[in-house]
């Protein structure tokens, strides 16, 4: 098992230089244009254009490129943005992923619990109304887009019945840092988590439930019947376990590509300066240094979650851990 977990760590790190190099390459080595005027920004001075040169290293090879660039980004995080007036954008990058974190955290352990208590009960009873109904329920969530779902909170929670008992409670849109107010924090982000989790719900359910009722046929389930085990047992301690390989493939994937950026909509619905508002800024205004660094700060995220992931499988399922 040992084994196994150091040649995932090195697979994931030869995975992450190899991304390093194809994002520098797409950003900075494109045939026929100039980095320089990339990084300076539109109607940059050639005094900026000419300090852009030298600090970046783009009058020498590639490969001298490449490494001041990861030097700049991973090791003394002095990359510049010269179309945000000299901001570094490293700290902006590291302001802004609390923000992200909390709000993917907070609708990632919702989603897990309902996900799962939806999962299991329509499993346990399959067929029946109970059954039918939570699936239904779980096709309703998939199908509400977020950012309407969002809306609609806003225009409830902050406008149209914020001056009720029931929501008066309710801040104003925004981001509490937790370290301030704890309590401040949480009411911030409590409806953004629900309706960030609505989506996830639907569709992990569905996947579990199948999931479930698919390894009812196994061997090892009969065998667990046959020594008499309760059905709620059977169902939990051996049908759970292995469903879960699936779920944790999906969440792994899901909560990797939120934090790189993928709740965009929600922090855009309820004012939260994350990750993902950041990249759409960059975007908009062509800034290659904070593009390329959300793009790197998303791929790690994401290489590091399924090299996770890849090390629950060796708990979850015990072929994968004996190498069949």
């Keep these: 098992?040992?084994?196994?977990?150091?040649?995932?760590?090195?697979?994931?790190?030869?995975?992450?230089?190899?991304?390093?190099?194809?994002?520098?390459?797409?950003?900075?080595?494109?045939?026929?244009?100039?980095?320089?005027?990339?990084?300076?920004?539109?109607?940059?001075?050639?005094?900026?254009?000419?300090?852009?040169?030298?600090?970046y290293g783009f009058d020498r090879p590639l490969p001298v490129q490449y490494a001041r660039m990861m030097e700049k980004l991973f090791v003394t995080r002095d990359l510049t943005s010269y179309v945000n007036r000299g901001q570094?954008?490293?700290?902006?990058?590291?302001?802004?992923?609390?923000?992200?974190?909390?709000?993917?955290s907070g609708a990632a352990a919702i989603w897990v619990v309902l996900s799962v208590a939806m999962g299991v009960?329509?499993?346990?009873?399959?067929?029946?109304?109970?059954?039918?109904?939570l699936m239904m329920l779980g096709l309703v969530g998939i199908s509400i887009p977020v950012f309407w779902l969002g809306q609609v909170v806003n225009l409830v929670t902050q406008s149209r019945y914020h001056d009720s008992w029931l929501f008066s409670w309710v801040p104003g849109l925004g981001y509490v840092p937790l370290t301030e107010d704890p309590l401040g924090w949480f009411r911030a982000l409590v409806l953004p988590w629900l309706t960030l989790a609505v989506l996830f719900v639907g569709i992990y359910s569905r996947v579990l439930r199948a999931d479930l009722v698919a390894v009812q046929s196994e061997d090892f389930m009969r065998t667990a019947r046959?020594?008499?085990?309760?059905?709620?047992?059977?169902?939990?301690?051996?049908?759970?376990?292995?469903?879960?390989?699936?779920?944790?493939?999906?969440?792994g994937l899901d909560f990797a590509q939120l934090v790189g950026g993928g709740a965009l909509l929600t922090e855009v619905v309820f004012g939260l300066q994350g990750v993902g508002r950041l990249t759409y800024q960059a975007l908009s205004n062509l800034d290659l240094p904070l593009i390329m660094a959300t793009v790197m700060y998303s791929a790690v995220f994401v290489v590091i979650a399924n090299a996770v992931v890849d090390m629950l499988y060796l708990i979850l399922d015990p072929r994968v851990r004996d190498g069949r």
């Design 121 to 133: 009960t329509a499993a346990a009873l399959r067929g029946g109304w109970v059954d039918r109904g």
């Design 226 to 251: 046959a020594k008499g085990l309760s059905p709620a047992r059977v169902l939990l301690v051996h049908g759970l376990r292995t469903s879960m390989i699936t779920f944790v493939s999906l969440f």
């Design 88 to 104: 570094k954008v490293v700290p902006e990058i590291l302001e802004a992923a609390p923000v992200t974190l909390s709000l993917v």
């Design 1 to 55: 098992m040992a084994l196994t977990v150091l040649r995932r760590l090195g697979q994931t790190l030869f995975v992450l230089v190899g991304i390093s190099v194809l994002v520098f390459l797409v950003f900075f080595a494109t045939p026929g244009a100039d980095p320089t005027a990339r990084i300076a920004g539109r109607n940059a001075s050639p005094e900026t254009m000419a300090r852009v040169r030298v600090e």
